[in-house]
């Protein structure tokens, strides 16, 4: 019997992982340059933490949440996204009291779930790196949250790309939006998928959102939402696009852009891959303010603005940019051991040499010499240190330098002593 992963998930393998690792990392250098602080939430929360949160008509509550009942009967689910795991423990942890800098910004990375159809880029187990920022209303922090995850594609290496951005203005925006769009949407319903009819009435800022090809000449028509804003939805938004073009970060305004969880108000954007080769799945971040999203959870009035990315997205990106990760595989010693007789001391070689801070490696499957030295090559290892049974008997071991091909004897007592100066010695530059 052998048994497969689950459809829509991936093992992550060596090789791949120092990739998610160089993405991780830097988003770790990046995003503290900005003063966000990591936050850790469960993997799962109560349905209802997300229900709420992203509402009940989008696609993910409606069709795509690993919601099950516990033993103990209570309904939970995987976490399908980031942001309302976070708001939930904002508010449960009092972080907006008068002891917590403001805005308060955190960030996370981890898995994701969502019960979609697998395809290039879109997993049901999926991966985001994601920042929210609480505390405040202010346009200049809405373009400090884009320009970081323009900044952050930059450091990666990662260049052909578009911020697009809109807005959903405030209440008074989207109910005026709201009922000229049904008025639109019901004039044409007949030409709508079998889904969008629905959404209609439900949620109809979802028909703008749908995927289906059949819907794509009605939603091209729709009213904009930049014709419906309220003054302060405008200013609002005008706040964003004056600093943007004052910070000259290039962008796009796509009126029908919604984006797909319904907290979201005023400022939203997403930034695509123009790369060749991405597939369907160009959008690599998504993100915008979600006022009001922590009182719906309980919490005081308090304003937000976050996105996430998707860490699999980002590395098809890196992948189609001919992006070069660079390897963070380093060996600073292999020790090759010559003989039976030599196989403790050789363990003790190396767990010594680690001990001074350097990486090291050894042979653990009886391979002959010249496969060893093979070995020590092919790791890149910069030094190559090798005993013998006369060696062990002698109490020396041999170094030799990869790059320049010297070697020396040196006792063993002296590599016990201080394996840096040994290191030192063989790898400093030499003049003639
Ligand atoms: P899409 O429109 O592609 O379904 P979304 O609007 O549902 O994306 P968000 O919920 O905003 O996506 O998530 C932010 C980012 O997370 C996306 O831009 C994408 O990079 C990534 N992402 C979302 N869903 C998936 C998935 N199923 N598999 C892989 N990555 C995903
Ligand atoms: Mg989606």
């Known amino acids: 019997m052998s048994y497969q992963r689950p459809k829509g998930t991936n093992d992550i393998l060596p090789g791949e992982s120092n990739k998610w690792q160089f993405v991780e990392e830097t988003a770790r250098l990046v995003f503290s340059d900005y003063q966000y602080q990591e936050i850790r939430t469960p993997i799962f929360e109560h349905y209802e933490v997300i229900a709420r949160s992203v509402g009940d008509t989008t ?77 405040s209303e202010n346009p200049s922090l809405d373009v400090e949250v884009m320009a970081m995850a323009m ?26 939006y709201r009922q000229a ?4 949407l019901e004039a044409h319903e007949a030409e709508l998928s079998e889904d969008s009819k629905r959404r209609l009435h439900e949620n109809p800022l979802r028909v703008l959102d749908s995927k289906d090809r059949k819907d794509q000449p009605v939603v091209a028509d729709a009213p904009s939402i930049l014709d419906y804003l309220s003054d302060y939805a405008k200013k609002y938004f005008e706040g964003v696009t004056k600093t943007l073009e004052y910070l000259n970060i290039p962008y796009e305004i796509d009126h029908r852009m919604v984006r ?53 997205r980002i590395l098809l990106t890196l992948e189609q940019e001919d992006v070069m990760v660079p390897d963070a595989t380093n060996l600073d010693a292999y020790v090759v051991g010559l003989g039976e007789a030599t196989n403790m001391e050789t363990l003790k070689v190396v767990q010594a040499i680690r001990g001074f801070g350097f990486s090291a490696d050894r042979d653990f499957m009886g391979r ?63 003049f003639d």
């Open 181 to 184: 769009l049904i008025e639109y």
């Open 59 to 135: 696609d993910i509550v409606s069709k795509e949440m690993y919601d099950f009942h516990d033993k103990g009967e209570r309904h939970v689910t995987l976490r399908p996204e980031g942001t309302a795991p976070i708001v939930r423990a904002y508010v449960e942890n009092k972080l907006f009291g008068p002891e917590f800098k403001k805005p308060y910004k955190v960030y996370y990375t981890g898995p994701m779930f969502r019960y979609e159809r697998p395809q290039k880029g879109r997993l049901r187990q999926f991966h985001q790196i994601g920042v929210e920022a609480f505390g």
């Open 260 to 312: 797909g969880l319904d907290y979201y108000n005023h400022t939203i954007f997403e930034i695509m891959s123009d790369a060749p080769g991405m597939g369907a799945q160009t959008t690599i971040c998504g993100g915008g303010r979600y006022d009001g999203l922590v009182e719906e959870l309980g919490g005081p009035e308090t304003p937000g603005i976050g996105f996430a990315m998707g860490i699999e």
């Open 151 to 176: 900044d952050f594609f930059k450091q990666l290496g990662i260049n052909q790309l578009r911020l697009v951005i809109n807005t959903l203005g405030d209440k008074e925006t989207r109910s005026n």
């Open 368 to 430: 002959k010499a010249k496969a060893q030295f093979k070995t020590a090559d092919k790791e890149g290892a910069k030094l190559v240190l090798t005993l013998g049974e006369d060696e062990l008997a002698n109490g020396v071991i041999n170094v030799k330098d990869s790059a320049t091909r010297e070697e020396k004897a040196f006792p063993l007592a002296d590599l016990y002593e201080n394996f840096a100066a040994i290191y030192d010695e063989m790898t400093a530059p030499k």
